[in-house]
């Protein structure tokens, strides 16, 4: 069966320090790959998609950045964070858009000091 | 684009049947329609899918008209442990790999 995996599960940072948030997935091939951050009590929204090595599209222009340097794993990072990049990172995999929906990950809580 | 409007919220008690209406004027003939219920501090979590006219599980149906320009997805008999909030989700029509979610529904369950 398919399993994702996000590490950590929180982070503290101070303003200005980089980010590395990991995801990856197990039991599939070639899924298209997403991360969305949940600010508090709000919606999900997309940051980048996916579909394959080396392919990454963004959704929301901003110092974040995303890798995908194998095919089952998918990387978020920053050189500087901001205050306004706290939230709720979370990770999803899906074989493909509008069939299967996407399947999360536990999510990444990360607060900016 | 594929957006989708839901209201911002419910209200019901324990032991009624929760109706959750989705509207996605804009939905591309190959997406599907996708529900997923969220607890504070977790990833969303998948309900129930469909591409038109009902579906039905161990914990919810679907019923998508026949244009399937909406969705509603009813909880029977809903608990306390229902409190949630539901996203409806479509997927993006024009760039088949975007996944955009709408606001979703906060469902409040009262005893």
């Known amino acids: 069966s398919q399993t994702i995996h996000q590490w950590p599960a929180t982070l503290v940072q101070p303003v200005g320090s980089p980010l590395s948030l990991e995801c990856t997935v197990e039991?599939?091939?070639?899924?298209?790959l997403y991360w969305y951050r949940q600010a508090a009590g709000r919606g999900l929204q997309l940051l980048f998609y996916s579909v394959g090595i080396g392919q990454i599209s963004s959704e929301v222009p901003q110092n974040l950045s995303a890798s995908r340097p194998q095919d089952r794993q998918f990387i978020l990072s920053s050189k500087k964070l901001l205050l306004s990049d706290s939230g709720f990172y979370l990770c999803a995999w899906s074989l493909s858009a509008g069939r299967g929906g996407p399947v999360f990950g536990p999510g990444t809580r990360l607060t900016v000091t | 684009l594929a957006k989708t409007t839901q209201p911002i919220s419910m209200d019901s008690y324990e032991g009624q049947e929760v109706n959750i209406t989705c509207s996605h004027n804009n939905i591309a003939t190959n997406d599907y329609i996708t529900w997923y219920q969220q607890f504070p501090s977790q990833g969303p979590r998948f309900i129930i899918q469909?591409?038109?006219t009902k579906v039905t599980n161990e914990v919810a149906s679907l019923f998508i008209p026949a244009d399937r320009k909406s969705s509603t997805l009813s909880l029977p008999r809903v608990s306390l442990s229902d409190t949630a909030v539901y996203y409806c989700?479509?997927?993006?029509?024009?760039?088949?790999?975007?996944?955009?979610f709408g606001t979703g529904t906060l469902l409040a369950v009262q005893p």
């Open positions: 039991g599939t091939s070639n899924p298209n």
């Open positions: 469909g591409y038109k």
């Open positions: 989700l479509v997927g993006e029509g024009g760039a088949t790999n975007k996944l955009i």
